[in-house]
């Protein structure tokens, strides 16, 4: 719910709560958001596409969003077993805290 309604992926969310309250390694908190974007995505297509008006999805835009996030997801997860479950942890507090300082800076 957080990540729809911040305009950020559920994962901003998901993947520091597992860490921290159910001790989940960064590893396998960053594949269990990968996961649950699936679900998400679904339930939330009909919202976006069948409102009254026109639909609020950009097709064009959305099939670039679409390719990019296939090779993202797939090189992410490829690299994400290299990575030492140490750095993974800096890198991710790393991002979440620039796009944090980023939200509260320009908003």
């Known amino acids: 719910m957080l990540g729809g309604l911040l ?4 994962g901003f969310v998901l993947v520091p709560l597992q860490v ?3 001790n989940t390694t960064q590893r396998h908190a ?5 996961v649950a974007i699936i679900p998400i995505a679904i339930a939330a297509v009909p919202i976006y ?8 999805v950009d097709f064009h835009v959305g099939i670039f969003l679409i390719i990019g996030s296939v ?12 990575i030492p479950d140490r ?3 800096f890198a991710v ?6 796009v944090g300082l ?5 908003p």
């Open 30 to 34: 960053n594949a269990n958001s990968l």
């Open 71 to 82: 090779v993202g997801a797939y090189v992410g997860a490829r690299a994400l077993s290299r």
């Open 93 to 98: 507090s790393l991002v979440l805290g620039v």
């Open 87 to 89: 750095e993974l942890k």
């Open 20 to 22: 921290l309250w159910t």
């Open 49 to 56: 596409l069948f409102r009254k008006g026109s639909p609020q």
């Open 102 to 106: 980023k939200e509260l800076l320009f």
């Open 7 to 10: 305009g950020v992926g559920g």
